[in-house]
C-alpha cells in the first residue's frame, strides 16, 4: 500500500477528531467521505486499505466504470456531483447515495430508476444557502416543499441536506453560512422529516463546518494529492 494516502487520511482524521473536541462533539459523530474523483481505482483500494470506505464522484461515467472495477471491495459511493435528467438511470443503479438533488424531478426520476434489488437510495438535497451564483441547489424558500415531496417517494430515503457554499474571507463568515444551512436542516426536522445528515464542509472550511453540526465531511485532495 502507498503510505502517502494512508498518512493523509490518517492526518484528516486528526483534524476532524481536534475539531469535533473543540467543538464538544465526538469524533464519531462525523463521517468521512473521501473525494475521488479523477482518481483510478488504485488509489481507492489504497484508501480503502487505510480504513477508507465511503469514497464521493463527481463524473457519472467515470464512477460507474470505478465502481465497476471495484466491485470486490465492500465500499459505500456517493454521488456529489450535479445530475441531468438523462444521467439518473446509471446514478440510481450504481450509487448508494446521491448528494446533490436540488429539483423534484430529478429525486421522482432516481426513484422510479432504483433497481428493486437494491435498498432505497440515500439522498441528499443540495441547498444554495448563500445564494452562490455559480452554486446549484433549491433556494432556502424553496426547500421545505421539495423536501416534503422527495420523503414521499418509493424508492427513495431522504436524509438530510447538502452545501457547497461560496468562499468566505474568515472564519467566522464560514461559521454563519453553516449556521443557516443548520438552522435549514433543524427546520424540516421540527416539520417531521427522519433526518440525521448534513452533508457540508470540504477541506478549506472543515473546522467550521463541524462546528455548526456538519455530519459528513467531503475530502479529496488532502487525502489524494493534487491532481
Known amino acids: ?95 448508494d447515495w446521491v448528494h446533490s438533488v436540488d429539483r423534484l424531478k430529478i429525486a421522482q426520476r432516481l426513484s422510479e430508476q432504483r433497481p428493486d434489488h437494491l435498498p432505497p437510495l440515500q439522498l441528499c438535497i443540495q441547498v444554495n444557502v448563500d445564494g452562490g451564483a455559480t452554486k446549484s441547489g433549491v433556494s432556502p424558500q424553496d426547500l421545505p416543499a421539495l ?33 443557516q444551512a443548520k438552522a435549514l436542516f433543524e427546520a424540516l426536522r421540527q416539520q417531521g422529516l427522519a433526518l440525521d445528515t448534513l452533508s457540508m464542509g470540504m477541506s478549506a472550511d472543515l473546522d467550521a463546518a463541524i462546528a455548526e453540526g456538519s455530519t459528513m465531511v467531503r475530502v479529496g485532495t488532502a487525502i489524494f494529492g493534487k491532481r
Open 147 to 179: 423536501a416534503q415531496a422527495v420523503a414521499v417517494l418509493p424508492r427513495v430515503q431522504l436524509r438530510g441536506l447538502m452545501t457547497i457554499p461560496e468562499p468566505a474571507e474568515t472564519p467566522s463568515q464560514m461559521r454563519a453560512v453553516h449556521a
Open 1 to 95: 500500500m502507498n503510505a502517502f494516502i494512508a498518512e493523509n487520511l490518517a492526518h484528516v482524521h486528526a483534524q476532524i477528531g481536534a475539531a469535533c473536541r473543540a467543538a464538544g462533539r465526538t469524533p464519531d459523530s462525523v463521517t468521512l467521505l473521501a473525494v475521488s474523483k479523477t482518481w483510478g481505482p488504485d488509489a481507492v483500494r489504497q484508501a480503502h486499505a487505510a480504513g477508507q470506505t465511503a469514497f464521493g464522484e463527481n463524473y457519472i461515467q467515470e464512477a460507474v466504470d470505478k465502481i465497476a472495477a471495484l466491485r470486490d471491495l465492500p465500499l459505500t459511493w456517493h454521488c456529489i456531483g450535479p445530475i441531468q435528467s438523462n444521467k439518473t438511470r446509471p446514478v440510481a443503479e450504481h450509487f
